[in-house]
């Protein structure tokens, strides 16, 4: 029997199903089959069009063809594009609603499916297999994955089959990745210094430091915030504290050792000490008493106002701006071991764009897809582009070096200008193309030289969990066990770090782990990892 996910997918197919019958269409969703083969660009037919569905930001333009980079891609192909754009939750209902009425497109960009969703698709035959497609007519997605063969281990389902054409966005590689550490911790280094204190090495010196900040009011009006982050919530969580007692700990509560052993890291010892050092913070009052409850902007607007001794998230400058705070290096825990665990993150989503099976011009779709994955393509599908007369470019393109390099931004948020002008959907940016297809954006540049110096040195794993292509039934079984074991590792990290008890409750929690299904999770984990592993070295002879 199927999940609760399987009866829910059905639920909504019968549903979606009910709703396309009490609305007709004259004009097909999808393209009528031109009957083209040894297809080159700009096709000699004229009024050659495919039909796609998408989704957008509101910033962008409705009509996708509006944006200069798919006025060039069409002139570049000869292909004309009918988008049916959607924003927001109204694009999963019209996604959805294409499928269950079988009035399906050419094909769905940025999709937004889930790997349930992508298998379930494949099984109800509404989207087709690719692999063949790569391998016949898509040079420039071959091109980069003879250069990254991981990335084919990772988009090939456990049935052999490629369901889905990647977004793939390298910044740095290996340990010295852009993704490699999300929690980020940032200290008032005003406060040291006003205070005649040296940056903390060690976990007592960091306590030491909070109890100077609290005791001497810095923010002053009884102000003062000594640490601040935002419980169980991504880059804002307390993790990076949990790297000097052990393996630390992460998002997702899994590390992996040297050995491609998949850990549990909730349920490590060094686990159960750093939830009693951060236990002894909060007994000391120098943890924000709205930590385990506060929203974004509530975070957001302490940290502007200076309050903060140390607090945690990816970039500073969306809280604390760029002043006055610096990266928190490693702390040496009590066994004197300085250890950064390293984040489960790449910049990578398998499904981003599908070909559906009502398509009758698989060559020529192929193709065109193709083309978003050139270099110069993707770098501009990625971020934005160049040479536009009527808004704000995020590029100058160099003829002579034949090169995208990044503009300054004049005040503008990079994500606006993204939402703006580029298009995303599949593509491929590799870290091999910095410096020769385009530059690296500024902000980019400048995490990966303070991961380079503080903390690369001291992420001791060399392997991360990648995002593993698990089957349904695994998928299945997983979310069966998370919905339960998840909310119980999070309510009792929350509970031991202000109420204490952990080692005396310890063995109990150990026991309802078990309960909870912890052993077989972990097995369905480290089979994945195992048979990932396996599909990369044999992508890679």
């Known amino acids: 029997m199927r999940s609760f996910y399987r009866y829910l997918a059905v639920s909504m197919f019968i549903g979606l199903l009910i709703i396309a019958g009490c609305s007709n269409s004259d004009d097909s969703a999808s393209s009528e089959n031109y009957e083209l083969s040894d297809i080159t660009f700009p096709v000699e037919e004229e009024d050659v069009s495919l039909k796609f569905i998408t989704e957008s930001s509101p910033m962008a333009p409705e009509d996708p063809n509006d944006k200069l980079i798919l006025q060039r891609l069409e002139e570049e192909t000869g292909v004309h594009i009918d988008w049916k754009n959607y924003t927001g939750e109204s694009f999963a209902e019209q996604r959805n609603l294409a499928v269950a009425s079988g009035d399906l497109p050419d094909a769905i960009m940025n999709t937004a499916y889930s790997d349930y969703e992508l298998l379930d698709l494949a099984n109800d035959e509404a989207i087709v297999p690719v692999e063949d497609l790569i391998d016949q007519y898509m040079p420039n997605l071959q091109a980069v994955l003879e250069e990254a063969p991981e990335y084919r281990a990772m988009m090939t389902a456990p049935d052999g089959h490629i369901y889905a054409f990647p977004w793939i966005e390298e910044l740095g590689s290996g340990k010295e990745s852009?993704?490699?550490?999300?929690?980020?911790?940032?200290?008032?280094?005003?406060?040291?210094?006003?205070?005649?204190?040296?940056?903390?090495?060690?976990?007592?010196?960091?306590?030491?430091?909070?109890?100077?900040?609290?005791?001497?009011?810095?923010?002053?009006?009884?102000?003062?915030?000594?640490?601040?982050?935002?419980?169980?919530?991504?880059?804002?969580?307390?993790?990076?504290?949990?790297?000097?007692?052990?393996?630390?700990?992460?998002?997702?509560?899994?590390?992996?050792?040297?050995?491609?052993e998949v850990l549990f890291t909730s349920a490590q010892e060094g686990y159960k000490d750093a939830i009693n050092y951060l236990n002894e913070l909060y007994e000391l009052d120098l943890i924000d008493v709205e930590a385990f409850e506060q929203d974004w902007n509530t975070y957001v607007a302490k940290g502007k106002e200076g309050r903060y001794g140390l607090y945690f998230t990816w970039d500073?400058?969306?809280?604390?701006?760029?002043?006055?705070?610096?990266?928190?290096?490693?702390?040496?825990?009590?066994?004197?071991?300085?250890?950064?665990?390293?984040?489960?993150?790449?910049?990578?989503?398998?499904?981003?764009?599908?070909?559906?099976?009502?398509?009758?011009?698989?060559?020529?779709?192929?193709?065109?897809?193709?083309?978003?994955?050139?270099?110069?393509?993707?770098?501009?599908?990625?971020?934005?582009?160049?040479?536009?007369?009527?808004?704000?470019?995020?590029?100058?393109?160099?003829?002579?070096?034949?090169?995208?390099?990044?503009?300054?931004?004049?005040?503008?948020?990079?994500?606006?200008?993204?939402?703006?002008?580029?298009?995303?959907?599949?593509l491929a940016v590799l870290d091999s193309y910095y410096g020769n297809v385009t530059t690296m954006p500024d902000d980019a540049a400048w995490r990966l030289d303070q991961l380079h110096e503080t903390l690369v040195p001291y992420m001791n794993n060399d392997n991360i969990y990648p995002p593993v292509f698990m089957s349904l039934d695994e998928l299945d079984q997983r979310a069966e066990i998370e919905a339960d074991l998840f909310p119980y590792v999070e309510r009792k990290k929350a509970e031991w770090i202000t109420n204490g008890m952990a080692d005396e409750e310890w063995e109990e929690y150990l026991a309802e782990l078990d309960r909870l299904g912890y052993p077989e999770w972990l097995q369905i984990k480290q089979d994945a990892y195992d048979r990932n592993l396996e599909a990369e070295e044999e992508a890679t002879e």
Do not use: C
């Open 178 to 260: 852009i993704h490699s550490l999300d929690a980020t911790g940032w200290i008032n280094v005003k406060w040291l210094e006003e205070l005649g204190l040296d940056m903390p090495s060690t976990t007592e010196e960091l306590k030491e430091a909070l109890v100077a900040f609290k005791e001497n009011d810095m923010a002053g009006n009884g102000e003062t915030i000594p640490l601040s982050f935002i419980i169980s919530h991504g880059g804002e969580d307390v993790s990076f504290l949990f790297s000097p007692f052990g393996e630390g700990e992460n998002w997702d509560h899994t590390v992996v050792t040297n050995d491609d």
């Open 316 to 426: 500073k400058a969306n809280i604390s701006g760029m002043e006055d705070y610096e990266l928190l290096p490693p702390l040496e825990g009590p066994d004197g071991r300085k250890h950064v665990a390293r984040s489960n993150g790449m910049g990578f989503d398998r499904s981003k764009m599908v070909i559906t099976s009502a398509n009758e011009n698989l060559e020529l779709t192929a193709k065109w897809i193709d083309k978003l994955y050139e270099p110069l393509q993707s770098v501009q599908n990625n971020w934005g582009t160049y040479g536009d007369e009527e808004k704000q470019n995020i590029f100058e393109y160099d003829e002579n070096e034949e090169m995208l390099k990044h503009l300054p931004l004049e005040g503008t948020a990079p994500v606006e200008l993204r939402e703006e002008t580029s298009i995303s959907g599949p």
